[in-house]
Nanobody, 124 residues
Framework: QVQLVESGGGLVQAGGSLRLSCAAS????????MGWFRQAPGKEREFVAG????????MYADSIKGRFTISRDNAKNTVYLQMNSLRPEDTAVYYC?????????????????WGQGTQVTVSS
């Protein structure tokens, strides 16, 4: 079992930055592929970014490419999402997820554990 706790969300003006953190505990997560997803009101949960177990490979949704960066520190069992140049359309609840296996998945059903989410609100 892996427990995931997100932090770092909040209210920011358009053009601003936030850094989300996802702390993993329980069964070792250093071998898990990890991902960030988001869900806006009335919309499906969508893939934002993913990183493989070593941190050597990443993937991003087209909508945030060049603005967001995913990284991980396996010594701290923590995954990060640095979000720059935020836009009002980035407003959503952001979820951290872990999956069995080392690789990245862009499919929400490819993940086995989820955090409770952290709210990100970008004002115009």
């Amino acid at each position: 079992q892996v427990q995931l706790v997100e932090s770092g969300g909040g209210l920011v003006q358009a053009g601003g930055s936030l850094r989300l953190s996802c702390a993993a505990s329980g069964r070792s997560s250093s071998w898990n592929g990890m991902g960030w997803f988001r869900q806006a009101p009335g919309k499906e949960r969508e893939f934002v970014a993913g990183i493989n177990s070593s941190g050597g490979s990443t993937m991003y949704a087209d909508s945030i490419k060049g603005r967001f960066t995913i990284s991980r520190d396996n010594a701290k069992n923590t995954v990060y999402l640095q979000m720059n140049s935020l836009r009002p359309e980035d407003t959503a609840v952001y979820y951290c997820a872990a999956r069995f296996g080392e690789l990245i998945s862009t499919n929400r059903y490819g993940y086995n554990y989820w955090g409770q989410g952290t709210q990100v609100t970008v004002s115009s």
